[in-house]
Each structure stands twice: as C-alpha cells, then as structure tokens.
C-alpha cells in the first residue's frame, strides 16, 4: 500500500520562499507520475505542478518561474520549491502519486503572513 506524507509547510510572507517534501512509502516510485495539487478556502482542488517518471514538468501558468518540482528516485520523495510566495499561494498542498491507482497525501498548510 502506498502511503504519502508531505511537510515543509508554514507561515510565509509575500516574496518568501517555502520548501515542500513529499515521502512515498511503497513500490516503484520511479515509475509513478508524482504530482503537488493545492486547495485554498472555498476554492476547488487545482494541479500546481506534476513530474514524470522520466522527469519531465509542467506547471500551472499562475506558478511558473517562482515554482519548481524534482524528485530523488533513491529517496523516494517529491520536493515543491516555491519562491517569490503570493498571496493568492497560500493553500493546503497535497501530494499525490499516480501509476495504476492514484494516492493523496493529507497535505501540507501555506499560510500567507503578510
């Protein structure tokens, strides 16, 4: 069974940086598209950024440039970078792995400071 844990986040004021981990427990993570989603108070789910198992990015248009995702296969975590914080950035992240079934961690709280 897979499980997911993520951490890293906090309380972070406009133009800040915050890092964000993500530990996978179980088989093959090489294989699995690892993705960071974020969900802000009344607001839907959305997909920041994703990573395939080849390395491959891709982020949503509002995060590009101030985000970056990377995975360590040998670790078996996923990492979300974020510099240059928004307001508009602060949201439970969450962590989700996808191969033949999709997984979610509980998330991780960014609060905005400012």
């Known amino acids: 069974q897979v499980q997911l844990v993520e951490s890293g986040g906090g309380l972070v004021q406009a133009g800040g940086s915050l890092g964000l981990s993500c530990a996978f427990s179980?088989?093959?993570?090489?294989?699995?598209?690892m993705a960071w989603y974020r969900q802000a108070p009344g607001k839907q789910r959305e997909l920041v950024a994703s990573?395939?198992?080849?390395?491959?990015?891709n982020y949503i248009d509002s995060v590009k440039g101030r985000f970056t995702i990377s995975r360590d296969n040998a670790k078996s975590k996923v990492y979300l970078r974020m510099n240059s914080l928004k307001p508009e950035d602060a949201a439970v992240y969450y962590c989700?792995?996808?191969?033949?079934?999709?997984?979610w961690g509980k998330g991780t709280l960014v609060t905005d400071a400012s």
């Open positions: 990573i395939t198992r080849g390395g491959t990015t």
């Open positions: 179980g088989s093959f993570f090489s294989l699995y598209v």
């Open positions: 989700n792995g996808q191969l033949a079934q999709r997984y």
